[in-house]
Nanobody, 120 residues
């Protein structure tokens, strides 16, 4: 079993910053990539940013230049630094990780989500 635990959400004013963290634990052999997705009320879940084990990053156009994803491979942890936050960034943010478990079985797991609310 692989578990993802997120932290760092909260309420912030527009223009402010937040940093999300997501730690993967359990029977992990390797992680291919980790990432952040978000889902606003009444909308579909959408990609925010991803990062591979080789530190290749990908961002949604809406967050480029404002958000930075990073990872600590030794800790199986991914971070999302969010700056210049806008009210439209308000959503539940979900962490995702895919890789192989200690039994070499592929996994693609999600965290429980953390609320980010940006007030205008």
């Amino acid at each position: 079993q692989v578990q993802l635990v997120e932290s760092g959400g909260g309420l912030v004013q527009a223009g402010g910053s937040l940093r999300l963290s997501c730690a993967a634990s359990g029977s992990i052999f390797s992680i291919n990539a980790m990432g952040w997705y978000r889902q606003a009320p009444g909308k579909q879940r959408e990609l925010v940013a991803t990062i591979t084990s080789g530190f290749i990053t990908n961002y949604a156009d809406s967050v480029k230049g404002r958000f930075t994803i990073s990872e600590d491979n030794a800790k199986n942890t991914v971070y999302l630094q969010m700056n210049s936050l806008k009210p439209e960034d308000t959503a539940v943010y979900f962490c995702n990780a895919n890789g192989r478990s200690s039994r070499y079985r592929p996994f693609n797991n999600w965290g429980q989500g953390t609320q980010v609310t940006v007030s205008s």
